[in-house]
């Protein structure tokens, strides 16, 4: 079956540290994105790309980087200059559909905890 | 600029019906979503309007589209245990086809 994967499910970093999130689709598709979620506050979104080595920074991407060298990875690195980094991230890919709308899947999501 | 709002609590019994509502600013949106999240979970598209329809229903659910007004909503009708999860009204942006998304409501169904 295709879907989108994100590894780890829970991930616990150090203050100062970086950490990279992994997000793995199969669906073929071009687009994918990074949302950060905190309570009461929505999805906002972190990164986005459209095509293999093209990526764009989205609203939040401050502390963030990306990279998009192949079309089915898109791992998010939170670095240290993300001061408050605690928060649960999803992943998403997105797809043509008939009549010009788009198809979104998303992944199960990391809870990223700073200890 | 864009921006989506909604409640963030609705407390319901099960049986009864239950009215998410979302606002949004973009009046060029084409496509807008209602998406359901269980608890630690990524989102689970729910149902979609094109922004040329007022009312699109699916089984239990029931979605009002007021291009005047901006506002969106969403009826489950007789809403059960399983219903209980965060809503999230969303719009598609301009820009890559990011969507927008609202606050999210928490939905709480009481037996």
């Known amino acids: 079956d295709g879907g989108i994967t994100q590894s780890p499910k829970y991930l616990f970093r150090k203050e100062g540290q970086n950490v990279t999130l992994s997000c793995e689709q199969n669906?073929?598709?071009?687009?994918m994105y990074w949302y950060r979620q905190d309570p009461g506050q929505g999805l906002r979104l972190i990164y986005y790309s459209q095509i293999v080595n093209d990526f764009q920074k989205g609203d939040i991407a401050e502390g963030y980087s990306v990279s998009r060298e192949k079309k089915e990875s898109f791992p998010l690195t939170v670095t240290s200059a993300q001061k408050n980094p605690t928060a649960f991230y999803l992943c998403?890919?997105?797809?043509?559909?008939?009549?010009?709308?788009?198809?979104?899947?998303f992944g199960s999501g990391t809870r990223l905890t700073v200890v | 600029g864009e921006d989506v709002e909604q409640s963030l609590f609705l407390s319901v019994r099960e049986g009864d019906s239950s009215v998410i509502n979302c606002t949004y600013t973009?009046?060029?949106?084409?496509?807008l979503y209602w998406y359901k999240q269980e608890p630690g979970a990524g989102l689970q598209l729910l149902t979609y309007i094109f922004s040329n329809m007022d009312m699109k229903q699916d089984q239990r659910l029931t979605v009002l589209l007021n291009k005047k007004d901006k506002h969106l909503s969403l009826r489950i009708a007789d809403t059960q245990t399983g219903d209980s999860a965060i809503y999230f009204c969303a719009e598609r942006g301009g820009q890559g086809g990011k969507l927008i998304f609202g606050q999210g409501t928490e939905l709480s169904v009481k037996p």
């Open positions: 669906l073929n598709h071009d687009a």
């Open positions: 973009d009046s060029s949106s084409t496509y």
């Open positions: 998403a890919s997105r797809r043509w559909m008939d009549g010009g709308n788009y198809g979104y899947t």
